[in-house]
């Protein structure tokens, strides 16, 4: 009772006129070209995308895109979805590797397949076979860190159950006898934003979310995570709204935060309400996780709101609409 007290009063809905855009994170520059992009007569597909892309392109504080969060082996591979809510047509990417463009892909996946996600080097042939240009997403930043977590014994990292002990050692890993419960505290660094997610609603109600991550830091080769899952990373439904989420992805994805705030908008509730239940399904199994959810709904009402843990106890996004030049920064207590 006394969590839900604390939740309405600091989740207070925010609302805007139509058409409205919301990101996660500071990303102002990504916000202003989807809004430009709307401003130019595009679609809200094509808002989603070109803010998405904006932020692969320019690394978005460093995080998203090309050059981020090397795996174990020291490569940036790429999480992308885009989802129409007037079709329900999604596509995605997942493990995308050598291209820089991953919403771009996702976008092709949905436009010029029958598919809805395509993963690891076949979605990088794929890519290349719709003319995105293969690159080494390696940069000096990305190589850096990977170097300096070899030379720290490959500390920390995401293996458990294996020999040798690997909150102590590199691998290579095989797997003890049985596997036990993890003592260790959940690997998640709360300074790497890894996501952009964003959700357009046009003039006349259609919506649209996307997402674009380079995942998490020293992951195990081959991670995905919840960003390219619908309803997970991003819903979008016209007949009720948009979600989109951020942070641990590897918890996030098993409660699908996105799909579930969408349905409780379809179900009546505000966008802030909606966002914040959903952040409380999770926190009732991980009350420590990392997380936050942004929600627009059809009318150009939004919210957002994020677990608080230490170290992070305020969650930023950006709200865009003919009101709002340049988008405007916004926050929200987690509770
Ligand atoms: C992931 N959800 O791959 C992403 C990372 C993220 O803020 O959003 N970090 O788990």
Not at 118 to 135: H, K, N, Q, R
Not at 230 to 252: E, F, K, L, W
């Amino acid at each position: 009772m006394l969590t839900w007290l604390v939740v309405l009063l600091l989740c207070a809905p925010g609302h805007a006129s139509l058409p409205l855009v919301i990101n996660t994170w500071a990303f102002r520059d990504a916000a202003a070209a989807a809004w430009r992009a709307l401003q130019a007569g595009g679609g809200v597909l094509d808002a989603v995308e070109i803010g998405c892309a904006r932020c692969e392109a320019e690394q978005c504080d460093g995080s998203v895109g090309f050059g981020g969060s090397p795996d174990e082996t020291g490569e940036t591979t790429l999480d992308a979805m885009i989802m129409n809510g007037n079709t329900m047509e999604v596509g995605a990417v997942a493990d995308l590797r050598k291209v820089k463009n991953a919403i771009g892909v996702a976008r092709a996946v949905m436009e010029r397949t029958d598919h809805t996600l395509l993963v690891g080097e076949s979605a990088t042939a794929f890519a290349e076979s719709m003319g995105f240009i293969p690159e080494d997403l390696t940069t000096n930043k990305s190589m850096n860190i990977f170097t300096q977590w070899l030379k720290g014994n490959c500390q920390p990292n995401y293996r458990k159950n294996v020999i040798p002990d690997p909150s102590k050692y590199c691998g290579p890993y095989k797997p003890t006898a049985t596997p036990e419960p993890s003592r260790r505290p959940r690997l998640t660094n709360i300074h790497s934003h890894d996501t952009i997610g964003m959700i357009a609603v046009g003039e006349d109600g259609q919506v649209a979310a996307g997402t674009s991550t380079n995942g998490a830091n020293h992951k195990v080769p081959g991670r995905v995570g919840d960003s390219p899952i619908a309803g997970a990373g991003a819903y979008a439904d016209r007949s009720a709204g948009g979600a989109a989420a951020t942070g641990d992805g590897d918890i996030m994805m098993r409660f699908l935060p996105s799909y579930l705030a969408v349905e409780l908008m379809r179900a009546g509730a505000d966008p802030s309400t909606a966002c914040a239940m959903a952040i409380s399904r999770i926190k009732r199994h991980y009350p420590q996780f990392f997380g936050a959810v942004i929600c627009a709904n059809t009318t150009g009402h939004y919210g957002a709101a994020c677990n608080k843990r230490p170290g992070f106890s305020r969650f930023h996004y950006m709200v865009s609409d003919s009101h709002t030049d340049p988008p405007l920064l916004k926050s929200v207590d987690c509770f």
